[in-house]
């Protein structure tokens, strides 16, 4: 599936991050997640406020130097996973 570039990915209905953990950690209806590096950087971004391609160009901007076309497809590749298991909606 793509994600349509007008898209304003966001964390689905009943996720949050966990507010008193010294770790970020993603609550969902069916667990939860301890999220790092490149994932926290994606999810951050999943206000509802950025389009994909903004997050996106975020993503080179914080990773600079990395390959474009991988942070476009490993973003795309997390957030797909992520909307199958309904964390993010897009």
Known sequence: MAIP??????????????????????????GAMKVQGTGLAILELCDGQ????????????QYFGADPKRILDDATRFLEQLHEKRIVDF
Not at 15 to 21: I, T
């Open 50 to 61: 950025h389009t994909f391609p903004e997050m996106v160009a975020e993503l080179q901007r």
């Open 5 to 30: 570039e007008s898209s304003k990915p966001a964390l689905a209905v009943g996720c949050r991050w966990k507010e008193d953990a010294e770790e970020p950690i993603l609550l969902f209806p069916e």
